[in-house]
């Protein structure tokens, strides 16, 4: 059984929809977010030292980090959505893998962050607005024709990236990105991710 430490409005969803998609056996332990400052409660700290989630316990192991639980599981119950290795598919894998989190990410957070501080924010905003319009180009642009990143068919990089183009949509740019928005259409309308955001709490 694999336990997934779950901190509801968080990136640990794409845990909870892939293990749906691989059928795979596992259990949800809910986090809840302190409503004041928006942060992880401490009791996560008591499963990893960052107080982070995701993070899976599965095999006596304590694994953090979503590309590599992602890595983990699809080993385990899904290899099908990880190219074979040496291909160019895995290496564009590799690259979409850690993009999700290293390039993606940074713009995303500090748009969320510098958004707190109102006027003082202002002169690191229109900075901001370019890297998330450059990384979203980006996705909108290596998108295949089937929909999918890497593969013709549900893949890791689609797990990772998910996130991200949910973002985007949520930032209202949806007539920017309109593949973007066909892709999060698809995702959402899938039964295993109705099924994860049902188990993960509803948010």
């Known amino acids: 059984m694999i336990t997934v430490h779950h901190l509801n409005r968080s ?12 059928e795979a056996p596992y259990e949800v332990r809910r986090y809840e977010r302190n409503q004041k400052t928006n ?3 401490p009791e996560l700290m008591q499963i990893h030292p960052l107080g982070k989630s995701p993070v899976i316990e599965m095999d006596g192991r304590v694994i953090s980090e979503s590309a590599a639980i992602i890595e ?11 190219p074979p290795a040496g291909s160019d598919a895995h290496v564009q894998h590799l690259e979409l893998m850690h993009f999700a989190e290293g390039s993606a990410m940074p713009p995303i957070l500090l748009n969320l962050y510098v958004g707190t501080l109102g006027d003082a924010g202002a002169p690191l905003q ?32 689609d797990i990772m990236l998910s996130f991200p183009a949910e973002i985007a949509m949520r930032l209202g740019r949806r007539a920017d990105f309109p593949q973007l928005a066909d892709f999060v259409e698809r995702i959402h309308a899938r039964p295993a991710y109705t099924s994860a955001f049902e188990k993960g709490g509803g948010d």
């Not at 983990?72 to 990880?82: D, E, R, S």
């Open 39 to 41: 942060l992880a409660p």
């Open 126 to 157: 229109p900075r901001i607005e370019q890297q998330l319009d450059s990384h979203f180009t980006y996705m909108e642009q290596i998108l295949r024709p089937s929909g999918h990143f890497v593969l013709d068919q549900l893949s890791a990089a």
């Open 72 to 82: 983990v599981l699809c080993a385990a119950y899904g290899p099908q959505m990880i």
């Open 11 to 22: 990136r640990s969803h794409r845990i909870l929809w892939l293990l749906e998609e691989l």
